[in-house]
């Protein structure tokens, strides 16, 4: 990744895993929790989000021993505690799909800003070097939210799709599905070094709908934009 690409990727990167993180705290919020609201999490705030290994050492560390592979990492996950929510169950099914949830939301209205400042390009055609610039940003939004969309929902714990699962397996199996969880971060990086065919499945849907999208916004494409994209 060449320092140019990094300039586009950090800050999207950043924002869209902050909104996550804030969405699980608001949504827990609304289902009763104040946890998130109490330690300061519900804010833009980056440095309140940022995890030493999750944020920093463990992506570092994989991109580092990968030749640039595998990058694996996250902000500091929100705390919440179920036992607040008023209604246990349907408590935490919303706040776990809460952030990937936003991560759509994201993607939706990285399109329509695409279009938007191809509009603008259009009518001020001198403005087109910059403008392209944010549209290479918003380009980026759209496929990296649905990438952190698709990720979040595979089931393996504690990633997000995981407390969507356990309500549908029998509770005998839930409780040792969830006993995965101290184990999830180790199945994740196995599964990225090895397990390419099931994640492309996986993600297929998620990038066949952001190409769409991106087909779609296509036709408002400003000439700046290929001077961003490589």
Do not use: C
């Not at 030493?52 to 992506?59: E, Q, R």
């Amino acid at each position: 990744m060449h320092l140019q690409d990094l300039l586009f990727f950090v800050p999207v990167l950043l924002f869209s895993v902050i909104a996550h993180e804030i969405a699980h705290g608001y949504a827990a919020l609304k289902q009763g929790d104040t946890t998130a609201l109490m330690l300061g999490r519900l804010t833009w705030n980056p440095i309140k989000h940022i995890d030493l290994f999750m944020t920093i050492l463990l992506p570092g560390f994989l991109f580092w021993a990968s030749g640039g592979r595998i990058m694996l990492g996250g902000a500091k996950p929100v705390p919440v505690n179920p036992a607040n929510y008023r209604n246990r169950k349907r408590g935490d099914i919303i706040v776990s799909l809460a952030g990937v949830f936003v991560n759509f939301l994201i993607a939706l209205g990285a399109v329509v800003v695409f279009v938007l400042v191809g509009l603008i390009g259009r009518a001020a055609p001198a403005a087109t070097p910059a403008l392209g610039f944010i549209q290479a940003m918003m380009l980026i939004a759209v496929q990296l939210n649905l990438l952190l969309l698709a990720f979040n929902l595979i089931p393996i714990p504690p990633l997000d799709g995981s407390h969507v699962v356990k309500y549908i397996l029998p509770p005998k199996w839930a409780v040792y599905y969830q006993r995965i969880g101290p184990l999830g971060i180790v199945i994740l990086i196995v599964l990225l070094q090895t397990g390419g065919g099931f994640l492309n499945a996986w993600m297929r849907p998620a990038f066949a709908f952001g190409n769409l999208l991106l087909r779609w916004a296509d036709p408002f494409a400003l000439s700046g934009l290929h001077r961003w994209i490589s």
